[in-house]
Structure formats: structure tokens, C-alpha cells
């Protein structure tokens, strides 16, 4: 079974990858590749990719990686059916209930209110 899938290059903090179809049990860095079909930088998102070859791969089978299937899906690439789209991650705050906005509202306290009453009586009369 054949794979699409991302192959790292580049230098150190500075990475881009190529966009490889090789047999699903290698390791992507082991050097056997069926094809490359193109180049991706994460940094500046530039992405160079052959659209033919890769659906020629995909219309033979070849399973692209999640990161690789987002990529193909955002530039246009038509994906078969039974291709699986990685599910949307919503953000959630593990503690909830110790963010700021979600206390309980501390009113103004009683005691600052009244000397302003008092001063107020005491100018009246």
C-alpha cells in the first residue's frame, strides 16, 4: 500500500518538507520514495505540488497522511470518498471555573455607600 506523506528537510529550527508517495511501511526518512509530488514550507506556507500526480496516486489508492490531506483539500485537490479528514479541535480551558469571567460578580461593598449618605445628611441640615 502506497502513502502520501510529509518527508522533513531542511536545517535545524528551520524546516520544510516534501511532499512524498513511498510504501506505507517505511519510515519516511528512509530514502525510498515511489515519487515526490511536491514541496511545502511551513514558514512562509509556500506549497509546490504536482496536482496530476497526486490524483493519480489517490485514484490508485494511495493513503494521504492527515497533515497531507489537509493540505491537498485546502489547495483544491479533489479527495475520494473514503479519504478521512482529521475531526476539528475546539479549544476548551481545562478549568473553566477559575477563569476570571466565569466568578460570580463581587458587588460593591455596603460600607463605602454609606459615608456618602451621611455626608450627604449632614450638608443638608
Request: no cysteine.
Amino acid at each position: 500500500m502506497l502513502a502520501i506523506r510529509m518527508q522533513r528537510k531542511g536545517r535545524a529550527h528551520s524546516p520544510t518538507y516534501r511532499i512524498v508517495v513511498q510504501e506505507a511501511q517505511r519510515h519516511p526518512l528512509s530514502g525510498r520514495v515511489v515519487a515526490e509530488v511536491g514541496n511545502y514550507n511551513p514558514e512562509t506556507k509556500a506549497l509546490t505540488l504536482d496536482k496530476k500526480l497526486v490524483e493519480k496516486y489517490l485514484s490508485n489508492g494511495a493513503q494521504p497522511s492527515t497533515r497531507v490531506a489537509f493540505i491537498l483539500k485546502k489547495n483544491g485537490v479533489k479527495l475520494p470518498k473514503w479519504v478521512k479528514l482529521a475531526p476539528v479541535k475546539k479549544a476548551t480551558a481545562k478549568h473553566a471555573d477559575k477563569l476570571r469571567k466565569n466568578q460570580p460578580k463581587e458587588e460593591a461593598p455596603a460600607e463605602a455607600e454609606a459615608p456618602a449618605e451621611e455626608v450627604a445628611d449632614s450638608a443638608e441640615a
